[in-house]
């Protein structure tokens, strides 16, 4: 019977056998998904069973960048998965990205695998939309191709969330610009060759509004005159994250993005987009702790019966399911919302919120479920847990999804 | 004998990775609600048809592969398979409607109307996974050769095109050792897990096997019934497997099989 079919030497027998009954009660229950939806899950996710919770727990000890999964996504062209056609792309939409990373993050691969590609998939966007023809063949191809790596560049360590108060400069030289300033959180900045970088053009008190004067680059990172640190952090160790300081670092006019001082605008385009697919990426995390709780659980015998069979411990993790599953309700709907041309942020932001924090208590239950184990790395589950962090910190902290529900959607004055 | 026109039946069954369970009223395994895919030893022979086109098109080449039809026979869902066999390279594919009760139409059933999707489209190659792990019947390739007076390889583990004229040498494994057998199109082939690696549908071709052409089909089309000539009585789990011991050494290990009355 099927049983014989592991011997099966193309796939990794291991990681079929670990994922065999998250495929089957996590995938079979998602009715509401489309006919393009499910099959980017049932192709990713076949992908994904090479690449075992053993090998997320490998590189995140030994620090390695996750390169096979990379290449394996990019052989197979999911990393133009919201590109041109024209540029090697699929040119589907962030209903079909989400489900992308939604199943990377939930096969084990948790932010690790999803960050990873994350930048690839959304990130250049502005490119996409702002770019010339000669750009976006210089640029998307390449990108999609897997040949070259691109990083996100806005946040500032003295400026944090508040974008357009952004200390970096460029200053138009001859053919190009010069660029001086400091660039913090930028994912990949050790391997990306690529950087898509937002400065001020014009000082704040030369535009009309604060949100002019800012203006893209789309340009070679590793050049001598940026310095690139990485920051030691709590988890995803495998996907370094840096800070970036550079001085009299030469940039041409061909690799800036749309119109000089219109910056602000093009990076806004894609928000809405980056909090989707950070909340499927959560989403992705809670599931597979819930499922690794829930087979630990029916299988751990303690006092003469499976642990799982107490309600102390299969209640919350039953909560936790409905908890992930209304996210993924909300995150799902915006991505469609987002699909049809909607503009608003409303539910492209509370999903994230959602879901993060769900799936952080989906990632601490299933630590408690495993008791002891839990606090073993064998079990991954802690590794989750450390990485669920990420979404509910980024791309945009909950305080200021709050700020946003509460003038936008209330009324209510502006708090900060 | 000009080029190769590639027939490959695929079914969708229980995914290999799930644990069957027995339905509750033991006529069969619990289908209900439980991830599906393609057979992996059609995956096999999916993967061999693209690969002889791809040997096809090398200048060396004696014979080039004019066209890969899939075909699967199953319910509302089988369309999903057969998507992926054309996201692999199959050019278009038929969708034949049978109903999924009672474990689907029998062997011989499909062979008759393999044996006319044969005729009909004027097929030279039919590439079957030697079995499909559902059932685990392995007759189907061989009652299709039987119906058609054609020669077969089973259990292919290498599969070569040797000249023009549509001779081809198939290997498989045999108790002793490698088998070789030689035989001229038409024929049939049935694919082992050593034929090679299925690749995995890369995202550009999945989006072009959408636009490929899917007919639905019926038994009918091709003058078949869904005669049943068995029943299924009962089918139950097996029994749970005991617990084994250790032993510490090839002593140790004679005296307990001693004294289990088994030297």
């Known amino acids: ?416 | 004998m000009s080029a190769l026109r590639i027939l490959v039946p695929v079914k969708r069954v229980i995914d290999y990775a799930i644990k069957p369970r027995i339905n509750k009223a033991q006529t069969g395994v619990e289908t209900n609600g439980v991830k599906h895919s393609m057979n992996p030893f059609d995956e096999l022979s999916v993967e061999e048809a693209v690969r002889l086109r791809q040997r096809g098109e090398d200048k060396s080449s004696p014979m080039k592969v004019e066209n890969i039809l899939a075909l699967s026979a199953g319910g509302p869902k089988t369309p999903d398979v057969l998507r992926t066999a054309m996201a692999m390279g199959a050019d278009r594919a038929f969708h034949i409607d049978v109903p999924e009760a009672d474990g689907g139409p029998e062997p011989l059933t499909i062979a008759k109307m393999l044996r006319g999707v044969v005729e009909k489209e004027n097929i030279n190659l039919v590439l079957l996974g030697k079995q499909a792990i559902d059932g685990d019947q392995g007759q189907t390739g061989q009652m299709l050769a039987g119906l058609l007076g054609w020669p077969q390889a089973t259990q292919a583990s290498k599969v070569e095109v040797k000249d023009a004229a549509g001779t081809v040498e198939v290997t498989h494994e045999v108790d002793g050792g490698i088998e070789t057998l030689r035989a001229k199109l038409p024929m049939i082939i049935t694919t082992d897990l050593r034929l090679n690696e299925p690749r995995y549908a890369s995202l550009p071709n999945i989006m072009k096997a959408k636009k490929k052409p899917l007919e639905k089909k019926t038994l009918a089309d091709f003058g078949v019934e869904d005669t049943r000539r068995l029943k299924t009585l009962k089918v139950t789990e097996p029994p749970p497997r005991k617990g084994g011991g250790k032993v510490e050494d090839v002593d140790g290990l004679v005296s307990k099989l001693k004294e289990l009355g088994a030297l």
């Open chain 1, 1 to 416: 019977m099927a049983a014989t079919l592991l011997r099966l030497s193309h796939h990794s027998q291991f990681a079929r056998l670990l994922h065999a009954r998250a495929t089957e009660f996590l995938q079979n229950q998602d009715p509401d998904l489309s006919d393009s939806q499910r099959t980017v899950r049932e192709a990713v996710g076949k992908i994904c069973s090479d690449f075992p919770d053993e090998y997320w727990a490998r590189v995140d000890e030994s620090k390695k960048f996750p390169t096979e999964l990379y290449d394996a996504l990019a052989s197979q062209g999911w990393l133009g998965i919201c590109l041109p056609q024209r540029y090697g792309g699929s040119e589907l939409g962030i209903s079909e990205a989400a489900v992308m990373m939604q199943t990377i993050s939930e096969s084990g691969a948790g932010m690790t695998g999803a960050s990873s590609i994350h930048m690839n998939i959304f990130g250049l966007e502005p490119v996409a939309k702002f770019g010339t023809e000669e750009q976006k063949e210089r640029w998307l191809r390449p990108l999609i191709a897997g040949r070259e790596r691109a990083c996100f560049g806005v946040t500032e360590p003295n400026t944090g969330l508040d974008t357009l108060k952004l200390q970096s400069t460029a200053r138009r030289n001859g053919d190009g610009y010069i660029l001086s300033g400091q660039k913090i959180w930028i994912s990949t900045a050790q391997q990306a060759e690529k950087i898509l970088i937002l400065v001020r053009t014009t000082p704040r008190d030369r535009v009309q509004k604060p949100s002019q004067g800012l203006s893209l680059f789309y340009t070679d990172l590793q050049v001598p005159e940026v310095e690139i640190t990485e920051i030691p952090k709590m988890g995803r160790a495998a996907v370094d994250t840096n800070t970036l300081f550079f001085d009299e670092w030469h940039v041409p006019e061909v690799d800036r993005v749309g119109p000089e001082d219109e910056g602000f605008k093009m990076i806004i385009h894609g928000m809405n987009a980056e909090r989707i697919l950070i909340g499927a990426e959560a989403l992705g995390l809670g599931f597979a702790a819930i499922r690794r709780a829930a087979l630990y659980a029916g299988e751990r015998n303690v006092f003469g019966r499976p642990i799982g069979q107490n309600q102390g411990v299969q209640h919350p993790l039953a909560e936790s399911w409905m908890k992930l599953e209304a996210a993924r309700m909300m995150i799902y709907q915006a991505a469609r919302l987002y699909d049809e041309g909607y503009q608003g942020g409303e539910y492209a932001n509370a999903g994230k919120y959602l879901a993060a924090e769900a799936a952080f208590e989906a990632c601490e239950r299933a630590i408690l479920a495993h008791g002891g184990m839990g606090y073993a790395k064998e079990y991954h589950v802690e590794r989750y847990l450390r990485e669920v962090f990420i979404p509910r910190i980024a791309p945009v902290s909950r305080e200021m999804i709050f700020n946003y529900i509460g003038e936008r959607v209330l009324g209510l004055p502006k708090s900060y």
